[in-house]
């Protein structure tokens, strides 16, 4: 199995930005795709961005141009770049990590513990 463990997260003004990490350890041969996924209180889980092992990416439109996805093979990590940050940004942001299919979509088998983004004067 995969353990994802997140971390950057905490509070931002508005326009500000944050960096957040997923450190990936165990038997990560078996992932061939990472990603993260948000979810605000009364809203439905959003993914926000994927990234596959040869470096493609994706970006739901509500964070394209603002949020980078990126990764570095050494660390076995994942980071997202998060500029520009709106209040609606605000969520529990949740790494993930499965496997790619058509269309560069993820199928979701492992999961982070959450780190929470505020975004708030």
């Known amino acids: 199995q995969v353990q994802l463990v997140e971390s950057g997260g905490g509070l931002v003004q508005p326009g500000g930005s944050l960096r957040l990490s997923c450190a990936a350890s165990?038997?990560?041969?078996?992932?061939?795709?990472m990603g993260w996924y948000r979810q605000a209180p009364g809203k439905q889980r959003e993914l926000v961005t994927t990234?596959?092992?040869?470096?493609?990416?994706n970006y739901g439109d509500s964070v394209k141009g603002r949020f980078t996805i990126s990764r570095d093979n050494a660390k076995n990590t994942v980071y997202l770049q998060m500029n520009s940050l709106k209040p609606e940004d605000t969520a529990v942001y949740y790494c993930?990590?499965?496997?790619?299919?058509?269309?560069?979509?993820?199928?979701?088998?492992?999961w982070g513990q959450g780190t929470q983004v505020t975004v708030s004067s």
């Open positions: 993930s990590a499965g496997r790619v299919v058509a269309g560069d979509l993820m199928i979701t088998d492992y």
């Open positions: 165990g038997s990560i041969f078996s992932i061939n795709i």
């Open positions: 990234i596959t092992n040869s470096g493609r990416t």
